[in-house]
């Protein structure tokens, strides 16, 4: 396995539009074509002499597969060397944000030498679908392996873990019995209480989504606006930095991704902020995803959803989980001890294609409710 630096990334791009020529030269077939081939593949049902034509017709994967993604090297470097001891197919990646990555592919175009996008939040894939640069995956194992609202319904792009956003507080200023649910933030009980992140985070973006679909869009600006006056001070720019707050009495409340609490409670398991899990008695928990795609000009299309399909099974899930504190998409893998002990809760089962399509809403209300 191997990180591309920009050089040899970019040595890449320059390269492979000549390779995909030279391809294309000794192919038959037009990329459209190769697209028809793909759903052919996928037909079990094909009779002998379409099989023989098809194996001609495919074009012959060769080469590294290519991932963009836009989680840490550190969280996804065990996972490739594994998948490439496994499967003999060698990968190189480049890691960068997913706004950057999504543009690099937009730009790239046919030409992009990525054959897999690998992202958090289903705001951010969802972009990429809404871009047309990934394509639809028919596979049984990920329709059975993961749950219908951790992926797009159009299959473009599949939940790989799940990230909770939810409540925390500190146990000597709340009783988590004063606690129940993202709404009840907004009541003056909260004045000068709560803390919140910046709404500029695709996190917050993805919530209050999530929120106008379920409550409405009135119904969710009345909440936001409640919350903006409850603040003890001005949104941060990251979670972590919010639970130290609260740690440190400057605020009591506060909404976070549980994985941010988890990697304080590691270092030091008597941690003074506790999770509580919000809408148990409602909707569920806000729950969000890290994720994949096929892209929409992959070089490697069969073994792009060879990866997705290998995160998806179970020695994959447990390494995801485990790595950065989050859960499983697949029933019945084992949880890290700290993610264990905040017990089960009921996550909210609307598709996660809402943070996307909502999304330019939410940013508008929360603009609105002057949340900064
Ligand atoms: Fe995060």
């Avoid at 098809?54 to 550190?74: C, D, F, K, N, W």
């Avoid at 129940?180 to 009541?187: C, H, I, R, T």
């Avoid at 917050?204 to 106008?212: C, G, P, R």
């Amino acid at each position: 396995m191997q990180s591309l630096n920009l050089k040899s990334a970019l040595a890449r791009i320059l390269i492979f539009p000549a390779l995909a020529l030279l391809l294309s030269a000794c192919q038959p077939d037009s990329q459209s074509d190769a697209d028809a081939d793909r759903v052919a593949a996928s037909d079990a049902a094909s009779s002998g002499q379409e099989q023989e034509q098809e194996q001609r017709m495919e074009p012959a994967e060769t080469g590294s597969l290519i991932v963009y993604t836009s989680r840490q090297p550190h969280l996804v470097e065990a996972l490739f060397q594994s998948f490439e001891a496994e499967s003999g197919i060698p990968i190189e990646f480049i890691s960068d944000d997913a706004a950057a990555l999504i543009e690099r592919l937009a730009a790239e175009g046919q030409n992009s030498p990525a054959d897999v996008l690998i992202t958090v939040d289903a705001g951010n894939l969802w972009q990429a679908a809404d871009r047309n640069l990934l394509q639809a995956v028919d596979s049984d194992t990920l329709r059975a392996r993961i749950p219908a609202s951790m992926r797009d319904p159009d299959d473009l792009w599949f939940g790989l873990s799940i990230r909770a956003r939810t409540l925390v507080y500190h146990p000597d200023r709340v009783n988590a019995a004063e606690l129940s649910s993202y709404a009840a933030l907004a009541d003056r009980k909260w004045q000068g209480r709560l803390c919140l992140r910046t709404s500029r985070k695709v996190y917050n973006q993805s919530l209050v989504a999530m929120m106008i679909e379920r409550l409405g869009q009135q119904r969710t600006e009345e909440i936001v606006s409640g919350w903006v006056e409850n603040l003890a001070t001005n949104p941060f720019s990251s979670d972590t930095r919010l639970i130290e707050a609260i740690a440190a009495g400057q605020c009591d409340v506060g909404i976070v991704n549980s994985y941010y609490l988890g990697r304080l409670q590691q270092q030091d398991p008597d941690y003074p902020v506790k999770l509580f899990w919000a809408n148990q008695d409602s909707s569920g928990v806000h729950i969000n995803i890290s994720g994949a795609g096929v892209t929409r000009h992959a070089n490697r299309p069969a073994a792009a959803v060879q990866l997705i399909e290998w995160l998806a099974g179970d020695q994959a899930q447990k390494i995801i989980a485990a790595s950065n504190l989050e859960f499983p998409v697949v029933k019945d893998v084992e949880l890290d001890p700290v993610v264990d002990r905040w017990g089960d809760f009921v996550p909210d089962s609307i598709n996660l294609r809402v943070a996307g399509t909502r999304q330019a809403e939410a940013v508008k209300l929360m603009d609105r409710a002057g949340w900064r």
